[in-house]
């Protein structure tokens, strides 16, 4: 049931269901700083501001010229047949004159090119810009598709090496052939490889986008800053409003103002080639030693070709065709636009089509490497070898699956080209999702095989010291003969050794091979409180990771209520389950839980225990009296499951006082009584012995 929830979970994270963080989406940011700072805006704003002078120049020009002049002249006039009057006259004359006709035509023509270049450059700007946030779009959808592959690869990869152990060991075992083995080590090298190529992917996007956004792009390419992916509103994809916004494609846009212009060409063409305008102008003359004089004047001048009719005809019918072609392409222009906008929405629902295919390969390959896993505990043959691949089946199914959101949403920012104003992209999904990633970082299950002969005894030991028992084996030889299993725990620097160290590891070995040579079973005893809380969880699930194929008979976590902060103990029995639910998928060892006996007679947490995964608790009963000691005892017993077993514990700390602990008591004492309260015990059906909390305090006691 536990494993059902866990597949539905990765499922519905592989389907892109994962909810989405409260973080904004960079995105809004990242192409408002692009439009803003963007070079190829900033060119085409350059030229919108020349083409507004040029119209505001042309305007200028439009309407009445001023002419002025001034002159001298000397005149030899003849006044009679013998006479001539010879003199100096200077002349200075001021005038306007207005166009008429087709001068004036041909003003109003320049006037309206002029605008139709302003409109036209408008057009370019919002093309610029259009482009400048398709290409911060392509550049994220690239950022955050290298991100996710990335994610995939690294989950892969962080428990590589101990599969790769595991080969190794059954290789040498004689298990697996050699050509099989380095055909599993190509799959690492595979990955290795996908994960330094989207290394590079995401380095290049995040540099075009500083290229593009400059600033506001300097966050986005942390590593550890988590990107979704975009998600539009539905309303975006609407085929009625997008071809209602294809209007106002540049392609469309602009085929549309040249046929605007030329049938405004077309109209004002009537009067072409006549060149005429009417003056009003006055003058000043004298003569040099002279008197002066004036004169006013005002004139109409016209100039037209001699076959001006046949000029004037072949001109309207050449202003007719290029109205003609303008609207012809405007027509051509919007069949093609719808046209291409079928085509987008197509591509656009076959590649939503490719993610939910995707999706489900993703789902079959979760399902095949849940049962692969499983399979590995109780078939023998190449049941681990088929779980291996299974596992990179998985990681080649979520990789594809990423690439099919990547192909869908880059299909949708290219539909979203028709309509730039729709809106501003939300925050999407983010997947893989961590069920996933935790999936992928899960190792196949080490086949269950007997590793050590019965236990010769009921008596259990929590051994904190682990390094004393490395450093000094012949101290077992001080336990009585009732034990039956050690639970071992050694501290973090003593495991870096251990797994950097062969020697450390030999000895290690060496320590459990004569624990089993005793029949002694022996668990790997881990306590650390803050374990259970969602934030640090993954600490104890990488550290599995690390020692997965060590050859303990069980993990045995110690995780209790009473010892996390007050604010924090009423979430301990959400947080436990879930943590042992991860411990249950994340390992292949049988679950063991040290805990407070009220955990299962008041708590009554024992069934939601053995769902998730725990075959046996301990019971912490502290109490020395015997009465009151078998009593809590059968309580704790009998609130438990059945399928669930249940040891209890006895204290022999000397910090505690006698009411609590043995340790006052010493050794023989105390382990009469233990012996005794264990013949009380032993008859019922979930009893599973007792454990002495603690060896190295059982050791220090009196005789």
């Keep these: 049931m536990q494993l059902l929830r866990l597949l539905t979970a990765m499922t519905l994270s592989a389907l892109g ?27 085409s704003e350059a030229e919108l501001a020349g083409r507004r002078q040029g119209l505001e120049a042309v305007r200028a020009q439009d309407g009445p010229r001023l002419q002025a002049g001034a002159g001298l002249a000397r005149v030899r006039e003849p006044v009679t047949d013998t006479a001539v009057r010879r003199y100096e006259r200077g002349q200075a004359q001021v005038g306007l004159r207005w166009p008429l006709l087709g001068s004036r035509e041909a003003a109003q023509r320049a ?52 599969v790769a152990q595991a080969l190794a060991r059954r290789e040498a075992a004689g298990l697996l052939l050699g050509a099989d083995h380095l055909a599993y080590q190509t799959q690492a090298d595979t990955v290795e490889r996908d994960l330094a190529r989207q290394d590079v992917i995401a380095r290049n996007a995040a540099r075009e986008l500083r290229a593009w956004a400059g600033a506001a792009a300097q966050g986005v390419d942390e590593t550890a ?96 065709s290029a109205a003609e072609q303008a609207e ?33 390969r993703v789902s079959a390959a979760l399902e095949a490497w849940r049962i692969a896993r499983l399979r590995t505990q109780a078939l023998e043959g190449d049941g681990y070898e088929r779980a291996v691949q299974a596992r990179y089946a998985l990681y080649q199914a979520v990789i594809e699956h990423v690439d099919a959101r990547a192909r869908a949403h880059g299909a949708e920012i290219e539909l979203l080209a028709w309509d730039p104003s729709c809106g501003s992209p939300l925050v999407g999904e983010r997947a893989p999702g961590e069920d996933v990633l935790a999936a992928l970082s899960l190792v196949p299950m080490t086949p269950i095989v007997p590793m050590a002969r019965p236990a010769t005894g009921p008596m259990g030991w929590y051994v904190w010291d682990g390094e004393s028992l490395l450093a000094h084996p012949d101290r077992l030889t001080r336990l009585p003969p009732s034990t039956g299993r050690l639970l071992l725990s050694w501290r973090s620097a003593t495991l870096d050794r251990v797994a950097r160290e062969p020697s450390q590891q030999v000895a290690l070995r060496s320590l459990l091979g004569q624990l089993r040579e005793r029949g002694w079973r022996v668990e ?89 995964g725990v075959s046996e608790v301990t019971a912490m009963v502290y109490v020395t009296r015997s009465e009151r000691a078998l009593q809590l005892a059968r309580q704790a017993l009998d609130a438990a499951p059945a399928g669930l ?38 008859s019922h059906p979930r009893y599973a012995g007792w454990v002495v909390q603690s060896l190295e305090h059982y050791l220090d006691a009196a005789p």
């Design 524 to 612: 790997w005893l881990l306590g650390e409180p803050s374990w259970v809380r969602p934030d640090r969880r993954a600490d104890l699930l990488q550290l599995l990771r690390r020692f997965g194929d060590w050859p303990f008979d069980a993990l045995h976590l110690d995780l209790e209520r009473s010892q996390l902060p007050a604010q924090d103990q009423g979430m301990w029995d959400v947080w436990v389950i879930d943590t042992l639910r991860a411990v249950r998928e994340a390992t292949a060892w049988p679950l063991h839980l040290t805990t407070h006996y009220r955990e299962l007679t008041e708590a009554r947490l024992g069934q939601r225990l053995l769902d998730a």
């Design 645 to 682: 077993q249940v040891a209890l514990a006895w204290s022999m700390e000397p910090e505690l006082d006698e009411q609590h602990s043995h340790f006052q008591r010493g050794r023989a004492a105390a382990l009469a009584r233990w012996q005794a309260w264990h013949r009380s015990l032993s």
């Design 328 to 360: 012809a392409r405007l027509a051509m222009e919007r069949e093609q636009q719808a046209l291409a906008l079928d085509r987008a929405l197509d591509e656009l629902a076959l590649r939503e089509r490719e993610v939910e295919i995707y999706a489900r």
């Design 111 to 162: 006037v309206d090119e002029a605008d139709v270049a302003l409109a036209v450059a408008h057009l370019q700007v919002d093309e610029a810009q259009a482009l400048v946030r398709q290409q911060v779009r392509r550049s994220y959808l690239d950022l955050v598709a290298a991100r996710q592959r990335a994610s995939a690869a690294r989950a892969w990869l962080g428990s590589q090496a101990t």
């Design 225 to 320: 800053r988590e990107l979704a992916w975009p998600s539009w509103p539905q309303a975006c994809r609407s085929r009625e409003a997008l071809r209602a916004a294809a209007e106002a494609q540049p392609a469309v846009a602009r085929a549309r103002l040249e046929g605007e212009a030329a049938r405004r060409a077309a109209q004002r063409g009537r009067l072409d080639g006549i060149e005429a305008g009417v003056t009003l102008s006055q003058s000043l003359s004298r003569d040099v030693g002279g008197s002066g004089g004036y004169s006013s004047f005002v004139g109409v001048d016209v100039s037209l070709p001699l076959q001006w009719r046949r000029w004037n005809d072949a001109r309207q019918a050449q202003s007719l």
């Design 17 to 43: 269901c994962a909810v989405a963080a409260s973080e904004p989406l960079p995105l809004p940011a990242l192409e408002a700083a692009a439009v803003e700072h963007a070079l190829a805006v900033r060119l």
